[in-house]
């Protein structure tokens, strides 16, 4: 049986466009621990693309690839590939209902297609050693039973071999609804997300989906094995500091936001040297502060000059310094 790892019991979700390497890298200096994942990753891209869709940095680690996609054996080839890299899991997206994803036949459309999910995991899992892993609903348009739900988990769990399901509580409109739409107006049923893991409790299960803060993920984990933070980790990435004292159980002192901004220079210098615009790193930044006096000054400091040619370390110093003296603890 795949080992569980330490962890899944806290992780960041895949989010298109916004989990790139640069955005992996700066959370990785907040939490040491957290399992990050990419955004998701076509298996045409990976196998067809022009792009080195597989990049990443081997301190951004442990992380996990997503990938989006249906046919058993590209699956296969690009989770073969992911290992090779480094890769510390491999994910497949059974959430997205956008339809741009639909017409690819991924995303949350293959919850219809237990069969067709079940033959791609059990393709990868025989290619691979690392975990593979499914990131779903609990239920698509009018196939939102609880019935639905669990004849889904069993059949990708005993014909496919999947044993972890990261589980967004919501359903998902395959029609009607935007993907943004999507992440807001079906209702979450976490009673749902506990009762799945009461009833298979041999699977590794994780619950995703509207959750704000380190307290809620201590209810979480009471109920279930994992939890999975979204937007808020993203927009509010300070919450990130607090997560390897809370909960997993670290002694080493909370990341000082100040000192994560000048940890990033070894790597924004490299990134520059590459000919990455600095914007693209520190976009990622922009919510680090949130709360504190200043912040909205380093958020607009970096979103008017980051952006221009020629900016570099010296832009998030003049930023860092409308912010860096109005918290206590900074040095």
């Known amino acids: 049986m795949t080992q569980m790892l330490p962890a899944h019991r806290f992780s960041v979700a895949p989010m298109l466009d916004w989990t790139d390497r640069h955005c992996r890298y700066f959370l990785r200096q907040l939490t040491r621990h957290a399992l990050l994942y990419t955004e998701m ?10 792009g080195d869709y597989l990049a990443w940095n081997q301190l951004e680690q442990p992380v996990a690839l997503q990938l989006g996609g249906y046919d058993a054996a590209a699956l296969a080839e690009c989770a073969s590939q992911a290992q090779a890299r480094g890769y510390n899991e491999i994910n ?16 949350a459309c293959l919850m219809g297609e237990a069969a067709l999910v079940a033959d791609g995991i059990k393709a990868m899992r025989d290619r691979v050693s690392i975990p593979v892993t ?38 998902a409109w395959l029609s009607g609804l935007s993907p943004k ?38 209810v979480h984990l009471q ?29 080493l002192p909370a990341a000082d936001p100040v000192a994560v901004v000048r940890a990033m220079y070894p790597y924004i210098e490299a990134e520059l ?3 990455t615009w600095l914007g693209h790193i520190t976009r990622h ?23 221009k040619p020629g900016a570099n370390i010296e832009t998030v110093e003049q930023a860092l310094a409308l912010v860096a003296d109005k918290i206590p603890a900074a040095v």
């Open 181 to 218: 739409e999507n992440r807001e107006i079906p209702p979450l049923d976490y009673q749902r997300v506990y009762q799945l893991k009461r009833d298979f409790p041999h699977l590794t299960l994780s619950i995703n989906g509207g959750i704000k803060s380190l307290e809620e993920a201590k």
């Open 285 to 307: 930044m922009l919510g680090l502060f949130q709360g504190i006096p200043g912040a909205r000054q380093w958020r607009r400091h970096l979103s008017e000059n980051a952006h």
């Open 41 to 50: 990753v076509t298996t045409g891209a990976i196998i067809h693309g022009k």
């Open 223 to 251: 109920h279930v094995d994992g939890v999975m933070m979204g937007r808020e980790a993203y927009q509010n990435p300070g919450i990130l500091a607090q997560v390897d004292r809370e909960l997993f159980g670290s002694s």
């Open 134 to 171: 499914v990131k779903t609903r609990i239920g698509i348009d009018e196939q939102d039973s609880y019935e639905f739900l669990c004849d889904f988990i069993r059949q990708v769990s005993e014909q496919g071999g999947c044993e972890m399901f990261i589980i967004h509580a919501r359903k």
């Open 273 to 275: 040297a590459k000919g």
């Open 92 to 107: 497949l997206n059974v959430g997205c209902p956008s339809d741009r994803v639909q017409n690819g036949r991924f995303g």
